[in-house]
């Protein structure tokens, strides 16, 4: 190899690493624009199925009825066993692995004297997030099954109402 050779070898090298490196670069904006898009479509499903999580039981004979059956469906759908329950809440235990599914419970007592409530069924998943609130790498497993647990519930404890409508929205 002569020594007017080397200095074109080396130019032709570093245009070749720079045009690598701009479509590396390019390759993940891409990438990061279509999770960015996902979790949108992910986040409105969530928000969706949080109004599925929520109901409404009138009078305590029929609230906590309702309440036991959403005691039965976290223990049917969380990964983890149920750690505290009492008259108003149900909390299962933190798994050790991501990607999986655990259920808190609440129930809020109205202002109505009579016993009513509203019952809310909250999923839970590790590794759905990162520290600062963006979508970590377990995001779309967590979603998924988040997003499946919660719009279940209302059908599963409205499915024991008697047809009186003590569960409603």
Same mark, same amino acid.
């Given at each position: 190899?002569?020594? %007017?050779?080397?200095?074109?070898?080396?130019?032709?090298?570093?245009?070749?690493?720079?045009?690598?490196?701009?479509?590396?670069?390019?390759?993940?904006?891409?990438?990061?624009?279509?999770?960015?898009?996902?979790?949108?479509?992910?986040?409105?499903?969530?928000?969706?199925?949080?109004?599925?999580?929520?109901?409404?039981?009138?009078?305590?004979?029929?609230?906590?009825?309702?309440?036991?059956?959403?005691?039965?469906?976290?223990?049917?759908?969380?990964?983890?066993?149920?750690?505290?329950?009492?008259?108003?809440?149900?909390?299962?235990?933190?798994?050790?692995?991501?990607?999986?599914?655990?259920?808190?419970?609440?129930?809020?007592?109205?202002?109505?004297?009579?016993?009513?409530?509203?019952?809310?069924?909250?999923?839970?998943?590790?590794?759905?997030?990162?520290?600062?609130? %963006?979508?970590?790498?377990?995001?779309?497993?967590?979603?998924?099954?988040?997003?499946?647990?919660?719009?279940?519930?209302?059908?599963?404890?409205?499915?024991?109402?008697?047809?009186?409508?003590?569960?409603?929205?």
């Amino acid at each position: 190899m002569s020594a %007017a050779q080397a200095p074109i070898n080396t130019t032709a090298n570093r245009w070749k690493r720079i045009i690598l490196t701009i479509a590396v670069a390019s390759l993940g904006a891409c990438t990061t624009s279509r999770s960015s898009i996902d979790a949108q479509h992910y986040e409105i499903a969530l928000d969706e199925a949080r109004d599925d999580a929520s109901i409404g039981c009138v009078g305590r004979v029929a609230c906590d009825a309702a309440w036991q059956r959403t005691r039965e469906f976290v223990t049917r759908h969380s990964a983890t066993n149920i750690r505290r329950a009492n008259e108003i809440s149900i909390e299962t235990g933190v798994p050790h692995e991501s990607g999986v599914l655990y259920l808190w419970a609440s129930r809020t007592a109205t202002a109505d004297g009579i016993g009513s409530a509203t019952i809310r069924v909250k999923g839970l998943c590790r590794g759905m997030y990162t520290s600062d609130g %963006a979508p970590a790498w377990m995001y779309v497993t967590c979603a998924e099954l988040i997003t499946q647990a919660e719009k279940e519930f209302r059908h599963f404890v409205a499915s024991t109402d008697s047809g009186g409508g003590a569960v409603s929205r």
